[in-house]
């Protein structure tokens, strides 16, 4: 069992940054397969990354509406994961979970996540 708290989240113009951060319970930080997922308004939620130790290293995922402008990183000492959110487009705007599974590979599929975060706004103006 573990359990995610988001914070980092807010409003800020197009073009902008914001990071995002996401505690997480447990002392086995490194068995989790960790994610940032999204949801818009009337929309389904959405995969936006993920990372993964595989034992020789990281892996990481990104939806391709993000690649180049979003990092995920984790620090394991901290047992927090990050997302650093650069170049912020208005449809970038939602709310952003942070989620969790036992496992070392990078799933894209919400449904594959055991384990979420509360979620936390973020809102990009134009």
């Known amino acids: 069992q573990v359990q995610l708290v988001e914070s980092g989240g807010g409003l800020v113009q197009a073009g902008g940054s914001l990071r995002l951060s996401c505690a997480a319970s447990g002392r086995t930080f490194s068995r989790y397969t960790m994610a940032w997922l999204r949801q818009a308004p009337g929309k389904e939620r959405e995969f936006v990354a993920a990372d993964s130790w595989s034992g020789f290293g990281f892996a990481t995922s990104y939806a391709d509406s993000v690649k180049g402008r979003f990092t995920i990183s984790r620090d394991g000492a901290k047992n927090t994961v990050y997302l650093q959110m650069n170049s912020l487009k208005p449809e970038d705007t939602a709310v952003y979970y942070c989620?969790?599974?036992?496992?070392?590979?990078?799933?894209?599929?919400?449904?594959?996540?055991?384990?979420w975060g509360q979620g936390t706004q973020v809102t990009v103006s134009s």
């Open positions: 989620a969790a599974v036992t496992s070392r590979i990078v799933y894209s599929d919400p449904t594959l996540y055991d384990y």
